[in-house]
């Protein structure tokens, strides 16, 4: 078999170097010098053409399942989160109802770490936000001359009726906390993240 074998890589080597008077060999010599030995040594060729196929395809098969499971679960998490994010406790406002236009209090919302600030603007209406500023989280307070929330340190304001960021370094709104009238009483029932879309002026 072994002398079979060298016979064989001779008869390939001798096609590959083109004779003088030759041209260039290609597959179909090469499949006609190793034929009488592919009983002893079988490659199948076509069938190794698919199997890589095969392969590629569940290559891609498992390439594609992977990067759908990822999406999903990352579509699953938001969906929780968000869901997690709509849970928030209601508070009365202690205070709220003395209220006059043009004044503030601070109160905590919604919990006892989250320091927030309640404004009953010229307007009459009432308006609440949580009190860090969004540049460095400095608080910021009502400026009743200005009917706006300014933040001292470095001297950035906000605009009261919907906590847009005014001027200075803040980069975006006031978080706002959601408020509800019951009767007389102010009530917080929910915060949105700044850039939040619903009003909370009532
Ligand atoms: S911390 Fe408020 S402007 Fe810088």
Redesign the pocket.
């Known amino acids: 078999m072994s002398s079979n074998l060298s016979k064989t890589i001779k008869d390939v080597l001798a096609i590959d170097q083109p004779a003088a008077n030759n041209e260039i060999s290609g597959e179909r010599d090469v499949r006609e010098a190793i034929a009488p030995y592919q009983a002893e040594f079988p490659y199948e060729r076509d069938e190794e053409g698919q199997v890589t196929r095969r392969e590629f395809c569940n290559f891609l098969f498992l390439t594609s399942g992977a990067l759908f499971l990822g999406a999903a679960g990352f579509a699953g998490k938001s969906v929780y989160d968000s869901r997690f994010e709509q849970t928030y406790p209601q508070t009365k406002i202690e205070g709220a109802a003395e209220l006059q236009p043009g004044a503030s209090l601070n109160f905590r919302y919604p919990t006892e770490d989250d320091t927030a600030i309640l404004i009953r603007a010229r307007d009459g209406n009432f308006y609440a936000y949580g009190q860090k500023?969004?540049?460095?989280?400095?608080p910021?307070y009502y400026a009743k001359e200005h009917d706006r929330l300014e933040?001292?340190?470095?001297?950035?304001g906000f605009d009261v009726h919907d906590g847009r960021n005014l001027y200075?370094?803040?980069p975006r709104p006031l978080d706002k906390i959601e408020l509800e009238m019951r009767e007389a009483e102010v009530w917080a029932i929910g915060r949105k993240p700044s850039g939040g879309e619903k009003e909370n002026g009532i």
């Open positions: 500023c969004t540049h460095l989280s400095c910021v933040c001292p340190c470095h001297e950035g200075g370094p803040p």
